[in-house]
């Protein structure tokens, strides 16, 4: 067993989730502190405002990648391409999708803003419009870093940016500037000094030739095309609860629902490390199956397991959290997240799945789980809300999620001829070797 172990990998496996959990770890910290000290010195109505306006450059930046990201990814941690060829592809195609990004934007902000963000000022809404070309930007020099499993580069970036915004806000506390542009401007700062580390750290990446070129810009739209809808729907499915609880209740009641989200996604910490090492490795193995099945039931398995014992830990210290730091405005939080954990728990648990379903070449299967799952939300989101107002939009939302895990689950287990409960039920070997794991030179 030790020598099968060695040959998959699972010792830099371990290590860099390890390392990249640890920035999870570090980056969730920071943004919640950054999220309290909005909300505590704003009140939910202007941290509500800060995390709408927001939405407007990450939506942008999430719909507008065409895919190229996930493409960098899947191609790269293959031994598809060559560093330089996908780089120089993904520089052209960011000139022409910045260009269109910021006019459809514009266009937003003129025609859309009573529509798609009420009680947000304009001027709010162009300062974070600026913030798409650097983020847009620093999401496809990650996806390098990914990739090529480059990921002591890729925690440093993704860390120093939430690092740089709270500094910035912290500034703008001290300065007492009552400003929701001025916290905006932070996040801007913060992401455009980040990209600036990330393009010095990638240029030592950048080797090999362009003869694949041609054919690289056709597989890799191909795949990333796919990802991309895929991804752009599961992004509105994170966000469209926001965007309805906003739209119903009012910028109150998604400034109180965004903090119980920030705390109950913090649960996805280690999923969301676990995927980005994830990807790419199964990429690498995806010509040996054997390897594939061992590694991604056994994945999925702990991560559940421990998402679940890290949800009634949350449970368990949220209250006193809420009470110290926050206002009384925000004493509903803690009812919100009782009703999103179990679609937080299992989410996690698909989210291992997707990567597996996406290095095996079928991320349309993906797409199509994500289309049910967003249709699902949003109609329970609109059902809900008027009655239960935002523990309904958390109930919906964990219907939805359960509803994801279940259907990847059964896509999983008719793709690798298994049963539905093996990437669910934690067994006793699972413990041994874990431990061998751990015990790999």
Not at 192 to 212: P, Y
Not at 344 to 370: F, H, M, Q, T
Not at 380 to 398: D, E, H, R, V
Request: overall charge positive; charged content about 10%.
């Amino acid at each position: 067993m030790k020598n099968a172990l060695q040959s998959l990998g699972f010792k830099g496996f371990i290590r860099n989730v390890g390392a990249t959990f640890v920035r999870q770890v570090g980056s969730g910290l920071i943004q919640l502190a950054t999220v309290a000290l909005i909300a505590k010195a704003f009140g939910a109505q202007g941290n509500g405002i800060y995390s709408v306006a927001l939405l407007l450059p990450l939506t942008l930046a999430s719909l507008l990648n065409l895919g190229l990201s996930p493409a960098n990814v899947y191609y790269l941690g293959a031994g598809k391409v060559s560093a330089l060829t996908a780089w120089r592809k993904t520089m052209s195609a960011y000139m022409v999708i910045v260009t269109i990004g910021l006019l459809f934007g514009s266009s937003l902000i003129l025609i859309f803003r009573d529509t798609l963000f009420p009680g947000v000022q304009p001027f709010i809404l162009w300062i974070a419009l600026t913030i798409f070309p650097f983020l847009l930007l620093l999401n496809f020099v990650s996806s390098f870093f990914q990739g090529m499993q480059q990921f002591k580069s890729f925690n440093i970036i993704l860390l120093l940016q939430p690092l740089i915004t709270l500094s910035g806000v912290c500034t703008v506390l001290l300065l007492d500037v009552k400003s929701v542009g001025a916290l905006l401007i932070s996040y801007l700062i913060g992401v455009a000094s980040t990209l600036l580390v990330s393009l010095v750290l990638v240029r030592k990446l950048l080797t090999g030739g362009q003869d694949e070129l041609e054919s690289y810009l056709k597989s890799s739209m191909l795949y990333g095309l796919k990802a991309h809808l895929s991804n752009v729907i599961t992004f509105i499915n994170y966000k469209s609860d926001v965007f309805l609880v906003n739209f119903i209740v009012g910028p109150v009641g998604a400034g109180v629902y965004v903090v119980a989200v920030q705390f109950a996604e913090r649960l996805w910490i280690l999923s969301t490390a676990v995927s980005t090492v994830l990807l790419p490795r199964l990429s690498e193995l995806s010509r040996e199956e054997d390897k594939m099945h061992y590694v991604t039931p056994l994945v999925c398995r702990w991560v559940i397991m421990l998402t679940l014992f890290g949800s009634i830990l949350l449970l368990a210290i949220v209250t006193p959290i809420i009470d110290i730091v926050f206002t009384d405005e925000f004493d509903n939080v803690v009812n919100i997240l009782i009703f999103l954990l179990p679609g937080i728990v299992l989410w996690s648990g698909g989210r291992v799945l997707s990567n597996d379903i996406a290095a095996r070449g079928k991320p349309e299967l993906n797409l199509y789980v994500s289309i049910i799952v967003l249709v699902t939300n949003i109609l329970l989101n609109i059902l809900l809300i008027p009655q239960f107002g935002l523990i309904g939009a958390a109930t919906a939302t964990s219907i939805a999620y359960v509803l994801d895990f279940l259907i990847k689950l059964k896509i999983y287990s008719v793709l690798v001829r298994c049963g539905m409960l093996e990437p669910v039920v934690v067994k006793f070997e699972d413990i041994r070797n874990i431990a061998k794991i751990v015990n790999l030179k």
